[in-house]
């Protein structure tokens, strides 16, 4: 029993029992899928799948099925693992009514993308490029369309690498935290989780939220990184080192650093909220464009109130670390040709052509991006919405809707859903249940909760596929960080079988506790003929 061929099919038996309760959730049910790729600790391409679907209590689950290794990662392959995935657990593509991926162009493409193989087998697998990867790519853009914000995020960036380049770098910033904290010097605060050692974070544009992390960092160990700038610049190994600390040290001195710190701090910190929100499982996509909304809405309120605020706590800051502070009604002088008469003052430099213009075009890429938010199926899905006492409530738009999912509302359906769509807006209304109620997920639990699925099915279908339309791929990130936990330098060599068998059992673990040992031993025994009975 401890040989590892019978550990292996002990564990693909666990898997199997998993996958089993999954199917029995999802039943003969249509739903999503979200599939993203990583490469393991081996260098193998693996390719996580996960379906989102509404169970019987009217509640968005996404469940992970499994992990796919693919040779290569174009739509084809990815098709096709996609499909043998599919025939071993008895599903079809012609119950997916989502697509969720990123913006990658074998998965996006519009002509050979695997989103467009799949609609041309299934015209109601709706496409939404994951709104988490979305935002990121804004914030990428805005670092690498405006000229000072791009020196600035490239400046953070060298500063990371000096920093960070070595484990006792690291331990002098930990050590400068001890004694400012002793000194008093370092806010101290109080609450689980808080005051713990901190490190500089690095900032990727594929990690999320990443730079948002960074800057937090920077002002929070801002003093602690100066004074090992300081200790490199006199005692460091090399010249370079020694100019790489001393260039960093002097910008970090700068009204200018100061300024885009704590003004990007303060845009991220708008987004990051939004980042989060989105990766939630239990998020809808009529939800996630209010919360994009209702971020630009955040923006615009910014940038018409907020210059003052910033202006503040920058200067706060810099009178704190003895950084020279800029009058503001003064003549803007341009470094890069000091001789020559701006014409404007440093208050019209920093606040309309920097402050303003950033602003702007974090608003315009955010609405560049999330083009979800002008399409047809979005404006039918938002008359479901609840708010305001079902007020965007549309007869045409319900119908119109029923029309985009030809495999779900045949002609009798159709016919019939006009009266009960009449029958059914009439009777939440009235009903004190449904009163000061928001988001259609909100709505799906109610219906199931007062039984009102039943008596209108066909407008809890709708409610049903405009839930399962995916939002982010955020739960297959997760995925892939669990694989890390799964396969790791120590046990880099095993079978992609056993390692799927294995994330299977560790990512679901709410199926996992409930497996029955007896059907463990079932099924284990019929795997093969054994030389005896458990």
Not at 15 to 23: G, R
Not at 76 to 83: E, M, V
Not at 460 to 474: D, E, F, G, N
């Amino acid at each position: 029993m401890t040989a590892p061929k019978i550990q292996k099919d002990i564990c693909s038996c666990l898997a199997e029992e998993v996958l089993k309760q999954i199917f029995e959730e999802l039943g003969e049910d249509v739903f999503s899928i979200l599939v993203d790729e990583s490469r393991d600790i081996s260098k193998k391409e693996q390719m996580g799948v996960i379906i989102r679907f509404v169970d019987k209590f009217g509640v968005i689950k996404e469940r992970f099925i499994g992990l796919v290794h693919v040779m290569e990662t174009s739509a084809l392959s990815l098709k096709s693992a996609i499909d043998e995935l599919f025939a071993r657990h008895n599903l079809s593509l012609a119950r997916i009514r989502g697509q969720g991926y990123d913006g990658a162009s074998n998965m996006s493409g519009e002509l050979n993308g695997l989103k467009a193989l799949i609609l041309k087998e299934n015209s109601s697998a709706y496409y939404v490029h994951c709104f988490a990867h979305q935002l990121q790519l804004v914030i990428v853009a805005l670092a690498n369309k405006h000229r000072q914000l791009y020196r600035f995020f490239d400046k953070v960036s060298v500063l990371t690498n000096v920093v960070c380049a070595s484990c006792q770098r690291l331990d002098m910033i930990r050590k400068s935290q001890e004694e400012l904290k002793e000194m008093g010097h370092f806010e101290v605060e109080t609450g689980r989780g808080l005051n713990q050692e901190m490190s500089l974070a690095r900032a990727g544009d594929t990690r999320w939220s990443s730079h948002y992390k960074t800057l937090i960092r920077l002002i929070q160990l801002y003093p602690s990184i100066i004074k090992v700038l300081d200790h490199l610049e006199e005692y460091g190994n090399s010249n370079v080192i020694q100019q790489e600390a001393y260039g960093i040290s002097m910008y970090m001195r700068t009204f200018d650093f100061v300024y885009y710190l704590h003004m990007m701090k303060e845009i991220l910190g708008y987004t990051n909220t939004l980042c989060e929100a989105l990766q939630r499982k239990d998020q809808d996509i009529l939800n996630a464009v209010g919360l994009v909304k209702s971020t630009k809405q955040d923006l615009q309120k910014y940038r018409l109130e907020g210059f003052g605020s910033l202006l503040e706590k920058v200067t706060s800051f810099c009178q704190k670390y003895d950084i020279q502070i800029i009058n503001m009604d003064d003549e803007y002088i341009d470094l890069k040709n000091r001789r020559s008469k701006t014409n404007i003052t440093n208050r019209h430099h920093y606040e309309f052509d920097n402050f303003n213009t950033v602003l702007d075009m974090q608003i315009q890429e955010l609405g560049n991006r999330f083009n979800e938010v002008t399409t047809e199926l979005l404006a039918c899905v938002a008359t479901l919405n609840p708010h305001n006492n079902f007020c965007d409530f549309d007869i045409q738009k319900i119908l119109r809707l029923s029309e985009m999912y030809p495999n779900d509302f045949n002609y009798e359906d159709k016919d019939k859903l006009e009266y009960e769509a009449r029958h059914y807006i009439v009777n939440v209304k009235e009903d004190t249940r449904f009163a000061n109620m928001n988001g259609i997920s909100n709505l799906a639990k109610k219906m199931v909760e007062t039984r009102k699925h039943n008596a209108y099915p066909l407008v809890y279908r709708l409610i049903k596929l405009s839930l399962i339309l995916p939002v982010a791929t955020a739960s297959v990130e997760r995925c892939f960080s669990s694989m890390k936990h799964v396969k790791t330098e120590l046990r880099n060599r095993m079978s992609d079988e056993y390692m799927n068998d294995a994330c299977i059992t560790y990512i679901e673990k709410e199926f996992f506790a409930n497996v029955s040992l007896e059907d463990v031993i079932d099924r284990f025994q019929k795997m093969s003929t054994r030389r005896g009975q458990l």
